[in-house]
């Protein structure tokens, strides 16, 4: 019998669960997705022994390095903060530790050479077995791969677009599936009354706005909502535009006026429901009349309440399910010079995620059009009024 | 212009990780203040609204940590900070 001071190896779970350190390994690394019986003895046997596997040790064996990069906007905009904070702990529950990387880091000048030599930041070179960028809120051209993430011995992904096309270069993407946000949160107001939407979007300008103004005409019709030209509006994603933007609309009367209003963003909604509060008389802003809001938020949901925002009608990220979709992204990915990923992450069953492929062949890097892409529906927050 | 000083003890035993760092940053950010965090009160802080430079003071559960904000309505913007950098313990 071992001694109680010795260190227990994968051998002394094996015998516990009679079962070969393979099968040990494979069910503790989470290669092994059966839920059966053997793998419950091995968990078991693991927990009882307080036995558990050296990540470094593990890495050595398998010639990976256990550690992914996490290429993220620094001072993070509000989807990189939340999706941080899933992706470092889901990795850790992987056995993977994240390197969290400046987006601007990349593209700095370093040990005196020039910055675009493709994948020689000295952060990286074999130092990580994937990567995943977090674009930028905005999507679109700046959401490019830096020079450093172009031509890797690791896979890289892109996290956060709402548009695949505007992906940036890279072997696959999780973005937000917009389409569904846009008919959960017409269908909500319907459910609750509202038939005369309109929509706050973002600036026209981006991909991102154009991909609203799309997806919002084709939500509308299934349920016999309708929208005019002048009850969709393109700004800045703020409160001062939220609140005219929604004060112009309700200055309206009858049929001319909206009653229900989708708003993108927290800081869009706060405006919006402080144009109805202020705007409206006391006779007018009845439940009845008043218009409903929901909000494709941007933030957590304890953020709002504890400003003390009010109620909340929300869709928001799930950040759980697009990190999940992006480590399983990461295994199943190839290199840019087309050898397989070398990390080995247990593959996650997805569900109700929209899988496709970029519509458009990306610039700046190699052809893409291959690059699977996963869009993730955004998560209902409904809480009733106060 | 004011400007707002506040310190907390930092009660989560693993102290500032990726999640609240990654909150406070971006609540840092977005607050319209100029903002700085550090291990110690009275020591040099760094900018509060850098993901990395927050991660990189390193801070444990038990450590005492110093923000500094200074601009437009710092006290309330301070107080908010706070109120994320401890709303998840």
């Known amino acids: 019998m071992p001694s109680p001071a010795r260190r227990r190896s994968i051998v002394d779970v094996a015998v516990a669960a009679g079962v070969s350190t393979a099968t040990v390994s494979r069910v503790l690394s989470g290669r092994r997705s059966k839920d059966d019986d053997i793998a419950r003895r091995v968990r078991r046997a693991a927990e009882v022994l307080h036995y558990t596997a050296n990540p470094a040790a593990s890495a050595l064996r398998a010639e990976t390095t256990a550690m992914l990069g996490l290429v993220i906007p620094d001072p993070p905009d509000s989807f990189a903060a939340g999706f941080v904070a899933r992706f470092v702990s889901l990795a850790a529950a992987q056995a993977h530790q994240v390197l969290l990387l400046s987006a601007e880091g990349l593209t700095r000048p370093h040990h005196g050479g020039p910055s675009t030599d493709p994948g020689a930041h000295p952060v990286f070179g074999q130092a990580v077995d994937g990567c995943v960028m977090v674009a930028v809120e905005t999507g679109g051209a700046d959401a490019r791969l830096p020079p450093a993430l172009r031509s890797t011995s690791f896979p890289v992904i892109s996290a956060g677009v709402t548009d695949p096309a505007s992906a940036p270069v890279a072997a696959g993407s999780v973005g937000i599936d917009l389409d569904s946000t846009l008919q959960l949160a017409v269908a909500r107001l319907v459910e609750r009354g509202s038939r005369r939407i309109a929509l706050l979007a973002p600036d026209v300008e981006s991909l991102r706005g154009a991909s609203y103004f799309v997806g919002f005409e084709t939500a509308l019709a299934p349920v016999h909502a309708i929208t005019r030209a002048e009850w969709m509006s393109f700004g800045p994603t703020d409160a001062e535009r939220g609140y005219a933007d929604a004060a112009r609309m309700i200055a309206e009367d009858g049929d001319r006026r909206p009653d229900g209003i989708v708003c993108v963003t927290d800081a869009v909604a706060d405006g919006a429901r402080l144009a109805l509060e202020t705007t409206m008389t006391a006779t007018e802003a009845t439940a009845r009349n008043r218009p409903r809001l929901v909000t494709i938020a941007d933030r957590h949901a304890r953020d709002v309440d504890g400003n003390g925002a009010g109620p909340s009608e929300r869709l928001r990220p799930d950040f759980t399910r697009m990190a999940t979709a992006a480590l399983r992204l990461l295994s199943e990915s190839k290199t840019p010079d087309g050898s397989p990923s070398r990390s080995l992450l247990p593959s996650i069953e997805g569900e109700e995620e929209r899988r496709g492929r970029l519509r458009e062949p990306t610039t700046g890097g190699s052809d893409t059009s291959d690059a699977p892409t996963i869009a993730v529906p955004m998560l209902p927050e409904w809480t009733p009024p106060i | ?89």
């Open chain 2, 1 to 89: 212009m004011s400007t707002a000083t506040r310190t907390v003890v930092i009660t989560d035993p693993v102290g500032i990780h990726a999640r609240p760092a990654a909150e406070f940053a971006q609540a840092a950010g977005s607050s319209g203040c100029s903002v700085t965090i550090s291990k110690q009160p009275g020591a040099a802080g760094v900018n509060a609204a850098s993901i990395l430079s927050v991660m990189g003071l390193g801070v444990k559960g038990g450590d005492t940590v110093e923000i500094v904000v200074t601009g437009d309505d710092a006290e309330n913007a301070a107080d908010s900070l706070i109120h994320t950098l401890t709303k998840g313990e």
